[in-house]
Structures are given as C-alpha cells and as structure tokens.
C-alpha cells in the first residue's frame, strides 16, 4: 500500500498567514493526489485534485502544487473560514490511502 | 444539484450485520464510480469500497475485505454497503462519495455520513 505522510500534524497560525502543508508518498503517485478540508462535524470536502487543479467554487487563495512523491497545499492568505484539518488522498493505486491530516488552529 | 445522502446507521453488537445505503440526486448517477469512505471518532479518513459505474468492478480496503460488500442500483440511484461481522474498530462515520468519472478520479461530492457504533 502507498502511505501518505503529511507534516505537520497540527499548527497554529493568525489570519492572513501564508500556510503550508506538505505530503509525502511513500511511491511515486505520478499527480493522482487530491486535497480535501474538513470541519468538525461536517463531512469533508474536495478543495484540489490532480495535484494542482482547483474544484469548482473553492477561493483562489487555495493552491496546490507538486508531482511524484512530494507535493504542497498552500492557503496563501488564512481566513477565518479557513481553520479546519485537511487530508491528502492519493487515486493512483488502490487501496486508495489518506494522508493522517493537518489540524490548522487559531 | 449533486446530493448524496446516507441512511440505514445505528448501533449493533459485535458480530451483527448492518446495510448503509447512500440515496444518489442531481447527477446521473450510472455515469460514475462510487465510494465508501469512514471515519473513526477521532482519527483521519480511510478508504474502504470502490465500485465502477456499472457494477462491474469492485474493491475493498484489507480491513474490510470478506465481511463488506458494495453494491449499487442504478435503477434506483442507491449505493449499499453491507456490513458483516462487525466489529469494535468498524464504529466510525460512514460516507458516501461520488468519484469525478471512473476508478482513478478524484472524489468531488461527499455525502453528509452515517454513523455506526459497535457496542456489547
């Protein structure tokens, strides 16, 4: 199975940051990765996919990059609708495998 | 639009059975692959069941493999998870989610979930 490792597990950050999340494959993924955030309660919800690519309607501050094993989730101006945790998904091989998530605290 | 909701949640005894099943709305359905994917109190997100748009290819996470089954009905925009042998470590929120297109899309739509808790 691919692990997929994101870093760091939590942070805490001010609005108007500029926050990164990293996520490691465990192999080569090629850019079958997607991003999802989740608020307590809620069910997740799709922000990125194919690495880069924004879903419909997501704000533009959100961004994603990278390809292979290494790839970055930015928020590059942290609003307060922003707190929640995100996950890591990789869809290149099954069993399909989340990231363990990053909690973004205030 | 899109709308995916669960139903069929509840508490069981460690060994019973249980069938979720997701009610698909605003998109046609039959096109698309479908997921389960679960959530444990607490901890992250873990796949467990994919099923292509016909029925035709399935697969399960190891944890479940054996005791879940997947289905669809495409005549009644309805995705099933059946559960067998349930166990403490199978409680967790259960969701339903849409694939993009096939097997190797991204998940876009998610349902709102359904919980199951496994208790004596």
């Known amino acids: 199975d691919i692990q997929m490792t994101q870093s760091p597990s939590s942070l805490s950050a001010s609005v108007g940051d500029r926050v990164t999340i990293t996520c490691r494959a465990s192999?080569?993924?090629?850019?079958?990765l997607a991003w999802f955030q989740q608020k307590p309660g809620k069910a997740p919800k799709s922000l990125i996919y194919?690495?880069?690519n924004l879903q419909s309607g997501v704000p533009s501050r959100f961004s994603g990059s990278g390809s292979g094993t290494d790839f970055t989730l930015t928020i590059s101006s942290l609003q307060p609708e922003d707190f929640a945790s995100y996950y890591c998904?990789?869809?290149?091989?099954?069993?399909?495998?989340f990231g363990g998530g990053t909690k973004v605290e205030i | 639009q899109v709308q995916l909701v669960e139903s069929g949640g509840g508490v069981v005894q460690p060994e019973r059975s249980l069938r979720l099943s997701c009610a698909a709305s605003g998109f046609t359905f039959s096109r698309y692959s479908m997921h389960w994917v679960r959530q444990a109190p607490g901890k992250g997100l873990e796949w467990v069941a994919v099923i292509s748009y016909d029925g035709s290819n399935k697969d399960y996470a190891d944890s479940v493999k054996g005791r879940f089954t997947i289905s669809r009905d495409n005549s009644q925009n309805t995705l099933h998870l059946q559960m067998n042998s349930l166990r403490a470590e199978d409680a967790a929120v259960y969701y339903c989610?849409?694939?993009?297109?096939?097997?190797?899309?991204?998940?876009?739509?998610w349902g709102q979930g359904a919980t199951v808790t496994v208790t004596s």
């Open positions: 194919s690495a880069s």
């Open positions: 989610a849409k694939s993009a297109s096939g097997l190797h899309y991204p998940m876009d739509v």
């Open positions: 998904q990789q869809y290149n091989t099954y069993p399909l495998t």
């Open positions: 192999q080569g993924v090629g850019n079958y």
